[in-house]
């Protein structure tokens, strides 16, 4: 009986010691981007990254815009955004250190499999005209993400005004499956990066939307790790996030991106170093 007690007793203690130690690790807080969310990357790279460092890596996926405000606010530890030249604003105004580029992919021009507007063969800029000469449907994210950022761009590289008052022109808010979701309904266009794209199109059976303007130089899609400034943020985990990216940066993570695919399709090449 003496003994049993005993046994329960040194049981109960190394629960108690277990879960003290489980409840201990390290939790990295990282804001991203819904893309990177979308396409299950982030699934892979977590336990990945725990693995090897023995931290959680906990994220929220907004807009690369709201990921930098959550940055800028203290809320995270770390970003892994889409949006270069916001990134590079943020790293002067001393917000952020260390952004070290990881990984890319492209953007595409997605419309309805019979191309109404006729676009198929024009640039990005000769395609942007034709939407707009035409009025033919676009759905924009319109939520200051990192690919809204890249569609302004491009309408201005085009050297037209962006049409945000125009009824053919959607701002639907929400994030990127979403809006593929949205502009498939109205029979309309939009911008997305490739590897959500996959994604998309891996879901349906019959994808309503097919790319139809991709390969041109503007429309590549630069994935780059952040570390939040804890000279701004004493209670960011500023060494933890320093290893994260080194981690994405290193061989192995350079691999796991690599090798990151559906259907067969890499979604992301990494591009570490270059």
Not at 14 to 43: H, R
Not at 74 to 86: F, K, M
Request: proline fraction near 4%.
């Amino acid at each position: 009986m003496r003994k049993s007690f005993l046994f329960f007793l040194v049981m109960i203690l190394v629960v108690f010691v277990w879960g003290s130690l489980a409840s201990a690790a390290e939790t990295l807080m990282m804001a991203t981007t819904t893309s990177t969310d979308n396409t299950g990357i982030l699934a892979v790279i977590g336990p990945a990254f725990q693995k090897e460092s023995g931290a959680e890596l906990r994220w929220t996926a907004v807009g690369s815009g709201k990921a930098l405000e959550l940055g800028k606010n203290c809320d995270v530890d770390v970003l892994l955004v889409h949006a270069p030249e916001a990134e590079k604003k943020f790293v002067e105004e001393g917000l952020g250190i260390d952004r070290t580029q990881v990984m890319f992919n492209d953007y595409v021009l997605l419309g309805p499999a019979n191309d109404p507007a006729g676009i198929t063969g024009k640039s990005t800029a000769e395609a942007l005209k034709a939407l707009s000469d035409k009025k033919a449907t676009f759905v924009s994210r319109g939520d200051d993400s990192g690919t809204h950022k890249a569609e302004l761009a491009l309408w201005k590289k085009a050297g037209l005004p962006t049409p945000d008052k125009d009824a053919w022109y959607v701002q639907a808010g929400q994030g990127m499956l979403a809006t593929i979701t949205v502009a498939a309904e109205r029979n309309g266009y939009t911008l997305t990066d490739r590897g959500t794209y996959y994604t998309y199109a891996s879901k349906a059976k019959e994808p309503a939307l097919k790319i139809i303007i991709e390969g041109d130089k503007a429309l590549l899609n630069q994935y780059s790790v952040i570390a939040v400034n804890p000279q701004r943020c004493p209670k960011a985990k500023y060494e933890l996030a320093k290893r994260f990216g080194a981690w994405m940066a290193s061989p192995v993570g350079q691999q796991l991106i690599q090798d990151f695919k559906t259907d067969g399709k890499a979604l992301f090449t990494p591009n570490a170093g270059k």
